[in-house]
């Protein structure tokens, strides 16, 4: 019971955030949404860690700020960033589709983190997830709900979120979850800058149709609350407990995923997206596999 309450809390407020996103990047810039997302989210934790809970010896010192920097950077910058840059060009379901194979990515950086080969079923799971996903997404993409350079986005970000976890985990962290969630948060904003800036003068025209109306600020609050306060608080919880049982709950965001997906955006559910699903799903229990 002290996983079950909060792990299923997690995967169906995590499994949202695709959906949220998809809904925001229809009226402004996706860098400009998970700016504006990352500086009220992550001030906003800290003032309330700061100011309310009045959290005593909780100011991160010497290395703790390079600690904090590395794993903003993974988690918020890289990850988040290429998550909305994807949303535009991928649909909301594939989105909480690729957050499952998180777990394998998760068991193949671990693997080399510990410096062994990784086993015969962590790579199969991977492949077959990888596989998983291609089946789901191979109508999508005929049908203009996907496209290549929005997967391979959307990979990169995976990639960037698993070492996140893996980095996390290997750290005896002195300092309040809710106190490294509001830093990396505001510390991955401050990354994106450059990133964003760079975009802009590249292709200009996006920014400038950009507008903030009442379904961006929705999308925007949403992303906030639910996704960036409450999910992640207890997604750390839940790695704090077990990290590899933690990520087993990623197997429940697909589901949640296109659920929401069909019914919030008329997205469709085909043949394909349930074999493709299940290849996940068949991916993950390969992965954890003992």
Request: aromatic letters at 14%; hydrophobic letters at 55%.
């Amino acid at each position: 019971m002290r996983q079950l309450i909060p792990g299923l809390l997690f995967a169906a407020l995590w499994a949202s955030a695709s959906v949220a996103t998809k809904f925001g990047v229809q009226s402004v810039h996706p860098l400009i949404l998970a700016n504006v997302r990352f500086f009220i989210a992550g001030s906003g934790m800290l003032l309330f860690a700061y100011g309310i809970q009045r959290a005593e010896n909780a100011w991160p010192r010497g290395k703790e700020w390079g600690q904090l920097t590395i794993f903003a950077l993974l988690n918020t910058t890289i990850y988040l960033g290429a998550f909305v840059l994807a949303l535009k060009q991928v649909s909301a379901g594939i989105g909480s589709l690729s957050t499952a194979t998180n777990p394998l990515f998760i068991a193949l950086l671990s693997a080399v983190w510990l410096r062994r080969m990784p086993r015969w079923n962590e790579t199969g799971g991977l492949l077959l997830g990888l596989l998983g996903v291609g089946v789901a997404t191979y109508p999508l993409l005929q049908n203009s709900y996907a496209t290549v350079e929005g997967l391979l986005i959307l990979l990169g970000g995976m990639v960037a979120v698993s070492a996140a976890t893996v980095y996390y985990a290997s750290i005896e962290w002195r300092l309040p979850s809710l106190v490294i969630n509001g830093w990396q948060v505001l510390l991955g904003g401050f990354l994106l800058i450059p990133f964003t800036l760079l975009m802009a003068y590249i292709d200009p025209a996006p920014f400038r149709v950009s507008t903030f109306d009442l379904r961006s600020w929705a999308s925007v609050f949403w992303l906030i609350l639910p996704v960036s306060v409450a999910a992640l608080q207890l997604w750390f919880y839940l790695v704090r407990q077990d990290a590899i049982r933690a990520s087993l709950w990623l197997f429940l965001c697909p589901i949640f995923g296109f659920a929401y997906s069909y019914l919030l955006m008329g997205e469709p559910i085909t043949v394909y997206t349930v074999l493709g699903t299940g290849l996940v799903i068949g991916g993950l229990w390969l992965g954890r596999k003992k």
